[in-house]
């Protein structure tokens, strides 16, 4: 007979652990077959909030009935040592535990497991009932409390080595009573000092590290308001700047919002200019579009001097800061024809048989006035120093938020190298990937690096659409890493469904985004004054738009929605179910009009739920099932408050289906609060 553990053979049966198999040794009987989240097997990271709970799941087992203990290891990546947190069973064959990074930064973790002799043995003490068994059974168990004694030190050895010695007398004594045997075996307080110190020579170690990156609270949380400097002029027709901003900064907070996006603050080029509402052909007092970057004043780390000093932007970050705004920028790699890379660096872009250089095309559109970058360029290693030196000339004037343009027309590398580089000297820096394209595409950039993601939520409008596309969002994989921002509008998206200007449809629009998704934004004014009009039928361009010139506009219309945006974002600041999207789940409700779901915080403790009238134009009413005990009402039979944090109103439900009514024409959406029935000392209910 073939002898299959001959040397040739030992590859095969026993490989190093180092090859990442799951089979490292024939005395090694552990198996870990997963270890969860787990980003395309641990190629990119999971993403998460410093101080906040990561949830890691392994899938452990062995073979036959011993027991196995599977412990959580984690570590900064900057520390050689891991710590440990014991893992518990769920059933199945799962295991679970969880741990809080405690500061921003990378961290990795893994888990190990081992076949535990002393817990194994304990299992089957409890089930031994023959006096002769117990006997023998506790002669084995000192032997592994003895080898428990010798693993320990100081106050723990002793106590070990007398319980062993006990459970070897006792069980060697002739006529010990089996009951009281079995009970100094099964000692619990005895049984967790040797836990403490468990033999740990067999465990199997999962070969994969797996990467983690801990933001701060601001890469998941998020309220994002979008203006155009130029035009925060008090005057038409006058070139707003960086002091005017800073006039409307008050305005902006009161609204509720804590990022404050500009689109390019660069210098704008004058060859090529494209004219209102993108005309190929300027006049001398157009602006032209601000993402086409560079001109005679130069380039992407220079500032429009229409717009102020560089003193005057530092000026604005500091007068921003003071009202709980942070500033982000937009980062668009690409240049105007008279950028001065162009003639400083011709071998960076891609030159056409004619000698001009190829202009940004996205059929039918084109974009003469921009030329994109060549990342295929020889000097690409020039090219990717030079990009993210802009960056980094930013982050030194004290940005910590970017919005990226397009990143997706840009090579993939670059943006893992740039925004890995970036992050581990200053791991605070948050980037936005505006990237309108197939759903992988969207996901890669995510997965490489990017802290927050656009979405298609604004083409996502009817009730199976939007269940649809938030349970994709808020479940795994992509819950582990991709972070949506969602905008019902954006400069260069005037969805059709905004262009009858019905203010129902605007505020439904916003209470969607901000309570469906943990990040959202708008484009301002033109949401809250309800701008709506495309610049030609089938078009999602707005007319006039600010792209190509500038606007005035009449921040004291009656008609404005900004006391119902500062009330939704108070609701989201105050509430801490609205603070992320791993709790999201959507709601039965019997009318195809009314979408309902519910958010609970982490602990539980506050439950948001959300229903909205995709009608703008007709009442809608329907039947809600929610079940009591699923927003932690005990007893189910009683009765729970329902506050309408819009309205003000307070409604009293009991049981699991509840009628709703919205009404557009007064407010297209409930966004409740559940406040549960309480009794106090004196017998008196009152809701909390």
């Not at 090694?28 to 990271?45: E, H, S, T, W």
């Not at 039928?537 to 900004?562: F, I, M, T, V």
Request: proline share 7%; with cysteine; charged share 25%.
């Amino acid at each position: 007979m073939k002898n299959i553990f001959s040397t040739r053979h030992a590859a095969s049966v026993a490989p190093d652990i180092a090859t990442g198999t799951d089979n490292p040794g024939g005395d090694v009987r552990a198996v870990i077959d997963a270890v969860l989240p787990a980003v395309d097997n641990g190629r990119f990271a999971v993403k998460c909030v410093a101080g906040e709970r990561v949830c890691v799941r392994a899938h452990c087992f062995t073979d036959g009935h011993d027991v196995l203990r599977v412990q959580l290891c984690w570590r900064a990546h900057d520390q050689a040592e891991f710590r440990e947190v014991p893992m518990k069973p769920l059933g199945n064959d799962v295991w679970e535990a969880g741990f809080s990074p405690p500061a921003i930064g990378r961290y990795v973790y893994t888990a190990v497991a081992w076949v535990d002799p002393f817990e194994s043995w304990r299992s089957e003490m409890t089930r031994r009932v023959d006096p002769d068994d117990v006997r023998i059974a506790s002669e084995v168990g000192a032997a592994e409390v003895a080898a428990a004694a010798a693993r320990a030190e100081g106050a723990d050895r002793i106590a070990l080595q007398r319980w062993a010695t006990e459970l070897q007398a006792s069980a060697s004594a002739p006529g010990t009573d089996a009951v009281s045997l079995k009970a100094l075996a099964l000692d619990e307080e005895l049984a967790e000092l040797a836990r403490r110190h468990p033999d740990r020579r067999h465990q199997v170690r999962h070969p994969v590290e797996l990467p983690l990156v801990a933001d701060r609270e601001r890469a998941r949380f998020s309220t994002w308001y979008e203006l155009f400097p130029r035009s925060a002029g008090t005057e038409p027709g006058v070139h707003g700047t960086f002091k005017d901003v800073e006039a409307r900064l008050p305005a902006i907070a009161e609204m509720g919002f804590d990022v404050l996006y500009f689109p390019p603050i660069h210098p704008i080029g004058r060859v090529q200019r494209k004219g209102p509402n993108n005309k190929l052909v300027s006049g001398p007092e157009d602006v032209g579009s601000p993402w086409a970057i560079g001109a005679a004043e130069g380039g992407h780390k220079d500032i429009l001097p229409a717009l102020g000093t560089a003193q005057d932007f530092r000026r604005l970050l500091a007068r921003a800061a003071d009202h709980g705004l942070e500033i982000a920028l937009d980062i668009a790699f690409q240049c105007a024809p008279d950028h001065p890379y162009v003639k400083a660096h011709p071998e960076w872009f891609r030159w056409r048989p004619d000698g001009t250089v190829q202009y940004a095309e996205n059929p039918p559109k084109k974009y003469q006035d921009i030329y994109p970058f060549n990342f295929e360029s020889e000097d690409w290693r020039g090219l990717w120093a030079e990009l993210k030196s802009v960056i980094d000339h930013w982050v030194g004037e004290g940005v910590r938020i970017f919005r990226v343009d397009n990143p997706h027309t840009k090579a993939f590398p670059f943006w893992e190298w740039a925004i890995g580089e970036v992050k581990r000297e200053h791991p605070d820096v948050i980037f936005l990937a505006e990237a309108f394209t197939r759903p992988k595409v969207m996901h890669r950039l995510a997965k490489l690096g990017f802290s927050q993601s656009y979405t298609y939520f604004t083409w996502r409008n009817t009730k199976e659409e939007l269940v649809e596309y938030f349970t994709e969002l808020s479940t795994a994989p992509g819950i582990d890493y991709f972070r949506p921002n969602v905008w019902p509008n954006t400069p260069d998206i005037l969805h059709e469904q905004l262009q009858h200007g019905d203010a129902a449809t605007y505020m439904a629009r916003l209470v969607l985004a901000a309570t469906l998704s943990a990040s959202y934004g708008i484009y301002g004014p033109a949401y809250e004054l309800r701008e709506h009009l495309p610049r030609e039928p089938g078009s999602e361009e707005y007319l006039d738009s600010e792209k190509y010139q500038l606007r005035h506009w009449n921040h004291d219309n009656p008609e404005s929605l900004a006391p119902f945006i500062a009330r939704v974002n108070r609701i989201r600041r105050e509430n801490p179910a609205l603070h992320q999207d791993r709790t999201l789940r959507f709601l039965h409700i019997d009318n195809p009009q009314l979408l309902a779901y519910a958010k609970a915080s982490a602990d539980g403790a506050n439950v948001i739920v959300t229903v909205v009238n995709l009608d703008p134009h007709n009442a809608q009413w329907g039947w809600l099932g929610l079940e009591p005990g699923s927003v932690g009402v005990n007893p189910p039979s009683r009765v729970f408050q329902m506050h309408d944090l819009l309205s003000g109103q307070r409604f009293q439900w009991q049981g699991d289906w509840h009628y709703v009514r919205l009404d557009p024409q007064s407010c297209p959406a409930h966004v409740f609060v559940v406040r549960r029935r309480h009794g106090d000392e004196r017998d008196f209910d009152y809701f909390l």
